[in-house]
């Protein structure tokens, strides 16, 4: 039965629709509830639970943290969390000032090649959003030079390539423990997609585990069974609960459905996220 859909974005971080709309979509596909986790940020929580309680749609309060794992980068999802907990705008200002100065080297690298984008202009036109890759993205799409988001990343905003520029991370035992402090539970987000070897996997799941992680995002977009059943083996094995997210963007990742993913791969019932709840 297709129920919740534990990993969506709004405006506030790199979604195209506003909190609101968000919740009308999940409404619109009789989800029972959705999770906002919009990127480092809970700006847009309140207003998608508000409207959650309009259209009749759980909404869990969540984010979406990035970590620094080695080169890489992997992904932590908080549920359940305080919004106005004490412990969050220390940490999340910190994301946004580091990520605001990355912006900045970003915007003369690309001047550098004739790409001019005005940072204060682009904060206007996505007021409340935290600004990141996915808005340099959607400006060189206007610009021509990019086909969609992502070929923008692929061919100039991923590691590796022209224009990205690392930031400064938090690490995976501090976004677990920020979440935890915050009163909710950390889950490990879409382990495939971090394209790292079977050691570091196992090391991200043990390490994981050491700091708190309740659960791994077992099933996902463009996920087939054989993936599914590794990363529910996997969760099995280190005590993890498996968590279902689609990782919905609205317009800006179109192929992505919000509840069934890309194919109808998702269909996911309330028993994980009560799961979740109940995991010690």
């Not at 035992?173 to 495939?192: M, T, Y």
Request: aromatic share 8%.
């Amino acid at each position: 039965m297709r129920e919740i859909d534990l990993h969506v974005h709004t405006d506030i971080s790199d979604g195209s629709e506003s909190p609101e709309s968000t919740v009308r979509t999940a409404k619109a596909l009789g989800l029972r509830a959705i999770a906002v986790t919009d990127h480092d940020s809970v700006n847009g929580v309140c207003a998608a639970q508000e409207a959650g309680e309009r259209y009749g749609v759980e909404v869990v309060s969540g984010i979406e943290l990035t970590c620094g794992w080695y080169d890489k980068e992997v992904h932590i999802l908080g549920y359940d969390i305080d919004v106005h907990s004490e412990k969050l705008p220390p940490v999340l200002d910190w994301v946004i000032d580091e990520r605001n100065s990355r912006n900045r080297r970003m915007v003369r690298r690309l001047a550098e090649d004739g790409i001019m984008i005005d940072l204060d202009e682009l904060q206007a036109r996505h007021p409340g959003s935290t600004i990141g890759r996915p808005h340099f993205a959607l400006c060189l799409m206007e610009a021509g030079i990019a086909e969609s988001v992502t070929d923008a990343f692929r061919r100039f905003l991923d590691p590796g390539q022209k224009y990205y520029i690392r930031r400064k991370f938090m690490s995976l035992e501090d976004a677990v423990s920020l979440i935890i402090s915050a009163g909710g539970k950390a889950v490990i987000a879409h382990p495939r997609q971090y394209r790292i070897s079977a050691e570091s996997l196992t090391e991200l799941m043990e390490r994981g585990k050491a700091a708190g992680v309740s659960g791994l995002e077992c099933f996902y977009s463009g996920y087939g069974p054989e993936d599914t059943s590794k990363y529910l083996a996997m969760a099995s094995l280190y005590g993890f609960c498996p968590t279902a997210g689609s990782d919905w963007h609205g317009r800006h990742k179109p192929h992505i459905s919000m509840g069934s993913g890309i194919d109808g791969e998702l269909c996911a019932s309330y028993e994980l996220l009560e799961n979740l709840r109940a995991h010690k």
